[in-house]
């Protein structure tokens, strides 16, 4: 590991150099993609309900918008003019983080809500969350920690690049 960010490996054909914070993000997006892709959503519901407040005008917005959250799995109630309530959430929502994440989801329902896609939609919030969630640059992983990281990247659809399109993985062959 260099730097905390880089892991070195090699095999017959030469060396790759793979940057674990996009390795993590390209895993964690195709888990997220896939879950959100569902039809039918596994939910979880809280034990205390989150309540979001928002400006009046963001509200009405949301209000109109309501569907989306709902087609995601979220459980939603109105509290007065300008809150909801969250009783239930997609369990692909990370654990302590449910409040941010749905506040951040509302964020992009706020902002796509004039040419709002399904697809565009779920690739945002799939980068957002991957991100989010995966192990950071200048974080020292273990040997076993790297391994589990490599298998699961080999896994992947596009294990290259990660959801913003920085690459994953430098390769050098014997030859270079
Ligand atoms: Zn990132
Ligand atoms: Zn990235």
Not at 21 to 28: G, K, P, Q, V
Request: glycine share 4%; hydrophobic share 40%.
């Amino acid at each position: 590991l260099v730097h905390g960010t880089y892991i070195i490996c090699e095999n017959e054909d030469g060396m790759y150099i793979i940057d674990q914070h996009a390795a993590a993000e390209r895993i964690n997006y195709e888990k997220y993609f896939t879950e959100m892709k569902k039809v039918k959503h596994d939910t979880t519901a809280l034990l205390v309900p989150i309540k979001i407040e928002l400006p009046t005008d963001e509200a009405i917005r949301l209000k109109h918008n309501i569907g989306v959250l709902l087609d995601m799995g979220f459980e939603i109630e109105e509290f007065g003019i300008n809150s909801i309530i969250v009783k239930a959430h997609p369990t692909w929502l990370l654990k302590n983080y449910e409040q941010e994440q749905t506040r951040k989801i509302i964020e992009v329902i706020l902002q796509k809500e004039k040419d709002f896609s399904i697809v565009k939609f779920n690739e945002k919030i799939a980068t957002m969350l991957s991100c989010k969630m995966a192990i950071k640059a200048n974080m020292n992983i273990t040997i076993e920690e790297m391994e589990s990281l490599i298998n699961d990247l080999r896994k992947c659809d596009n294990p290259f690049n990660c959801p913003h399109g920085r690459p994953t993985i430098i390769f050098y062959s014997n030859y270079d």
